[in-house]
């Protein structure tokens, strides 16, 4: 993934649309603006850029309708619905048209920056998959996990100790390369019925995890936190 990725902002809020546009300019993106369907086509016409991030609720042509004339390009722009809370429907439907992922407003902006770079490594996860990826071997800081044999081993290829839901947790997050995974989606994704989404167990098993896999478990940065949210596996 080039930091020189281009991404275009399409909201009809202005002062949102520049904010925007200079905290990604600040983390290296080039950036393109519109305010509504129309001025996007026009951007499109002259240039290909690798997300939109777009509006749900525009004047005019809403932001569902616009995504729908995106779709069918297969290497056309990656899609992240901005949508105002509550509006629960809409993300819903968008996600089912194709967009690649959602944010809430009012925007986090390092969890934009954080999307957008998820966003474009699985778009381009074919040229960037791990070498070994392949033979069932991935990385986590500094161990690899086997997911054929279910064991976890370090630099010298030594196993390290791994209860089955711990696992069962990392071999979740192996799938969900990239994304951020909320408590509900770790625990339904873990299968442990047990687990209620409100304490503390989620965190604790975690914790676990990365005294194992990461190089400094004060400061994650395999399995990195997501304030408010949840959790996300990110290698590089």
Same mark, same amino acid.
């Not at 909201?11 to 603006?33: A, C, H, S």
């Not at 509550?86 to 999307?115: F, N």
């Not at 047990?194 to 914790?207: C, L, N, T």
């Given at each position: 993934?080039?930091?020189?990725?281009?991404?275009?902002?399409?909201?009809?809020?202005?002062?949102?649309?520049?904010?925007?546009?200079?905290?990604?300019?600040?983390?290296?993106?080039?950036?393109?603006?519109?305010?509504?369907?129309?001025?996007?086509? #026009?951007? &499109?016409? *002259?240039?290909?850029? /690798?997300? !939109?991030? +777009?509006?749900?609720?525009?004047?005019?042509?809403?932001? %569902?309708?616009?995504?729908?004339?995106?779709?069918?390009?297969?290497?056309?722009?990656?899609?992240?619905?901005?949508?105002?809370?509550?509006?629960?429907?809409?993300?819903?439907?968008?996600?089912?048209?194709?967009?690649?992922?959602?944010?809430?407003?009012?925007?986090?902006?390092?969890?934009?920056?954080?999307?957008?770079?998820?966003?474009?490594?699985?778009?381009?996860?074919?040229?960037?998959?791990?070498?070994?990826?392949?033979?069932?071997?991935?990385?986590?800081?500094?161990?690899?996990?086997?997911?054929?044999? #279910?064991? &976890?081993? *370090?630099?010298?290829? /030594?196993? !390290?100790? +791994?209860?089955?839901?711990?696992?069962?947790?990392?071999? %979740?997050?192996?799938?969900?390369?990239?994304?951020?995974?909320?408590?509900?989606?770790?625990?339904?994704?873990?299968?442990?019925?047990?687990?209620?989404?409100?304490?503390?167990?989620?965190?604790?098993?975690?914790?676990?995890?990365?005294?194992?896999?990461?190089?400094?478990?004060?400061?994650?940065?395999?399995?990195?936190?997501?304030?408010?949210?949840?959790?996300?596996?990110?290698?590089?």
């Amino acid at each position: 993934m080039s930091e020189s990725n281009l991404i275009c902002v399409c909201d009809d809020d202005q002062p949102l649309r520049e904010m925007v546009v200079e905290y990604l300019g600040k983390n290296g993106f080039e950036t393109i603006e519109a305010q509504d369907g129309e001025s996007l086509r #026009a951007q &499109l016409a *002259d240039c290909s850029p /690798d997300v !939109i991030l +777009l509006d749900i609720n525009m004047p005019g042509e809403d932001g %569902l309708s616009v995504l729908r004339s995106l779709q069918g390009d297969e290497g056309g722009p990656r899609v992240i619905m901005l949508t105002a809370a509550g509006e629960t429907v809409d993300r819903i439907v968008g996600l089912e048209m194709g967009a690649d992922d959602y944010l809430p407003k009012p925007v986090d902006l390092r969890e934009l920056v954080a999307r957008i770079r998820a966003v474009l490594r699985r778009s381009g996860r074919k040229e960037a998959e791990d070498p070994q990826a392949g033979q069932g071997r991935l990385p986590f800081g500094k161990t690899w996990l086997d997911l054929e044999a #279910a064991k &976890l081993f *370090d630099e010298d290829g /030594d196993p !390290i100790p +791994l209860t089955a839901m711990e696992f069962n947790l990392l071999k %979740l997050f192996a799938k969900n390369r990239g994304r951020v995974l909320n408590r509900d989606q770790i625990l339904e994704g873990a299968h442990d019925r047990e687990w209620d989404p409100f304490d503390r167990s989620i965190d604790i098993r975690i914790s676990r995890i990365r005294k194992k896999i990461e190089i400094n478990p004060a400061k994650p940065a395999v399995i990195r936190t997501v304030r408010g949210i949840g959790y996300i596996y990110d290698p590089q």
